[in-house]
Every structure is written in structure tokens, then in C-alpha cells.
């Protein structure tokens, strides 16, 4: 399990790569993190997060990300980032985001896929 509690800071796409991946402690990704300017500014930023997921998933047992404070993040190219990463999903790993609001995510596409659990307000209250 890795979390990562954001920061406004982590709107840079470079940043939110690499604490990604900080949090992990992943030494195989460790590698292409010297690289990892050329790789955000060229060709496709979702590289560096796919590395990352298949480096992860080499490790085959259940794995948690959670970003915590998410609604911090405002950048469109984070956004874009972890799209890309909810689309090169493996099944034994598994991302949770709290936030005080909806991520521009495809939260619609995920609810249909049932691959989407919700906890709101509602289910947090006491009765």
C-alpha cells in the first residue's frame, strides 16, 4: 500500500510521476526516472505511468494507491496522466482518491464498467 497525501506542487506532471512512484518504492522503476523530463515533454506522458504499472504489477500480490487531497490537483495534464494510468489497469492493483469534489475523470465510464466504488457523504454519516 502507498499513499500520497497531494499538494498543490503536484499539479506538475513531472512531480506527481515521480512522488507516484516514490511511494511505491519501486526499484525498477528508478531507471526511467532519470529520464522522466524527455519522457513528459515528448511522444506520451502515459509511458512514464505505464512503466510504473507494469513495474508494479511484476510484483503480482494485491496493491493500493491512494491519493489523498486530491482536489488540489487542477492541472489538465495530471489529469490526463492518471487517465491514462486508470487505463493501463491490472486487476490486483487498485487506486483510491479522496476529495472534496469530482475529478474531471471518466467516472461515468467507470460506474458502467462496475469498476467504480463510491463512498459519499451520505455513507459516511451516522444515523
Known amino acids: 500500500m502507498a499513499w500520497l497525501s497531494l499538494e498543490p506542487a503536484d499539479n506538475d506532471p513531472a512531480r506527481f510521476v515521480r ?41 503480482g500480490s494485491p496493491t ?10 487542477q492541472a489538465g495534464p495530471v489529469h490526463h496522466l492518471l487517465t ?15 476529495t472534496w469534489e469530482d475529478p474531471p475523470l471518466p467516472l461515468a465510464r467507470l460506474r458502467a464498467q462496475g469498476d467504480l466504488l463510491e463512498v459519499r457523504a451520505a455513507e459516511l454519516r451516522f444515523s
Open 64 to 73: 493500493v494507491l491512494v491519493l489523498h487531497d486530491y482536489h488540489v490537483i
Open 19 to 59: 512522488r507516484h512512484a516514490a511511494a511505491f518504492q519501486v526499484p525498477v522503476f528508478d531507471a526511467a526516472l532519470h529520464n522522466l523530463p524527455e519522457v513528459l515533454t515528448c511522444s506520451s506522458p502515459e509511458n512514464a505511468v505505464a512503466a510504473l504499472w507494469r513495474a508494479l504489477g511484476w510484483q
Open 84 to 98: 491514462a494510468l486508470l487505463g493501463a489497469y491490472r486487476p490486483h492493483l487498485h487506486l483510491v482518491i479522496v
